[in-house]
């Protein structure tokens, strides 16, 4: 399971193309394939209100998005299963891993680096969740030594 398919629309609308892929695992969708096929059916009816409505742009946006998902059909897939994946989480299990994505975006605090140099470490230390995963691998080897 990979995202992929996000690395094709800029940052700031990756966010907005993930909803458009959990609306349907929400409305109670259950396979990838299917997923997919609702992605594309509800984009592309979206599309023919927008262009009905005057509203070129985002009909132009949803049928690029549409394109897109027949051009890269396999990392649509992936993207698909990867949100029937997070669905099926527990809340607490989903704010585990958005803590741990959001550690390893963040950098090592002081504290953190001083007491992994005080453990005796000198490697490169990559980001507090790196860092956090140090402390606990010394820990837990200073235990059993």
Same mark, same amino acid.
């Given at each position: 399971?990979?995202?992929?398919?996000?690395?094709?629309?800029?940052?700031?609308?990756?966010?907005?193309?993930?909803?458009?892929?959990?609306?349907?695992?929400?409305?109670?969708?259950?396979?990838?394939?299917?997923?997919?096929?609702?992605?594309?059916?509800?984009?592309?009816?979206?599309?023919?209100?927008?262009?009905?409505?005057?509203?070129?742009?985002?009909?132009?946006?949803?049928?690029?998005?549409?394109?897109?998902?027949?051009?890269?059909?396999?990392? #649509? &897939?992936?993207? @698909?299963?990867?949100?029937?994946?997070?669905?099926?989480? *527990?809340?607490?299990?989903?704010? $585990?891993? /958005?803590?741990?994505?959001?550690?390893?975006?963040?950098?090592?605090?002081?504290?953190?680096?001083?007491?992994?140099? #005080? &453990?005796?470490? @000198?490697?490169?230390?990559?980001?507090?969740?790196?860092? *956090?995963?140090?402390?606990?691998? $010394?820990? /837990?080897?200073?235990?059993?030594?």
């Amino acid at each position: 399971m990979s995202h992929a398919f996000l690395n094709h629309f800029e940052p700031r609308q990756r966010g907005h193309i993930a909803n458009i892929f959990l609306d349907p695992v929400r409305r109670g969708e259950t396979e990838p394939h299917r997923t997919v096929s609702a992605v594309r059916h509800d984009l592309l009816k979206q599309s023919v209100k927008c262009r009905w409505r005057g509203n070129l742009e985002i009909a132009r946006r949803n049928e690029h998005v549409v394109s897109l998902i027949d051009a890269y059909f396999d990392e #649509a &897939l992936d993207l @698909a299963r990867y949100y029937l994946w997070w669905e099926r989480l *527990s809340a607490e299990e989903q704010r $585990r891993i /958005k803590a741990e994505r959001w550690m390893a975006q963040q950098p090592a605090t002081d504290k953190q680096i001083n007491y992994l140099r #005080a &453990l005796g470490y @000198a490697g490169e230390i990559e980001s507090n969740l790196h860092a *956090s995963e140090l402390i606990d691998k $010394r820990l /837990k080897e200073r235990t059993f030594v």
